[in-house]
Nanobody
């Protein structure tokens, strides 16, 4: 059974950096496309960044220029490097990964930015 597990969240001061990881296991297939989403309290889930198998990337407007999505296919892991963090980046961050034609969500990880 495919599992998607996020790690690396926590509490960071505004202006700081954080890298979160998304590890996919339980399949003989590697990650196809993948993305990070986030949901703040009282708000809808929104796209943060996506990456294709060919390393094409796309970012939400609020994070463009500050966040970088990348992947390590040997580790079946997707990363999100977050720089110049702001209090409004506080949210639960979710990984969404496509494996063998199906999409899977992780449980989410809390990222909190203090002002």
């Amino acid at each position: 059974q495919v599992q998607v597990v996020e790690s690396g969240g926590g509490l960071v001061q505004a202006g700081g950096s954080l890298r979160v990881s998304c590890a996919v296991s339980g399949s003989t297939f590697s990650i196809d496309n993948a993305g990070w989403y986030r949901q703040a309290p009282g708000k809808q889930r929104e796209l943060v960044a996506i990456i294709s198998r060919g390393d094409s990337t796309n970012y939400g407007a609020s994070v463009k220029g500050r966040f970088t999505i990348s992947r390590d296919d040997a580790k079946n892991t997707v990363y999100l490097q977050m720089n110049s963090l702001k209090p409004e980046d506080t949210a639960v961050y979710y990984c969404n990964a496509a494996v063998a034609g199906r999409w899977y969500w992780g449980q989410g990880i809390q990222v909190t930015i203090s002002s």
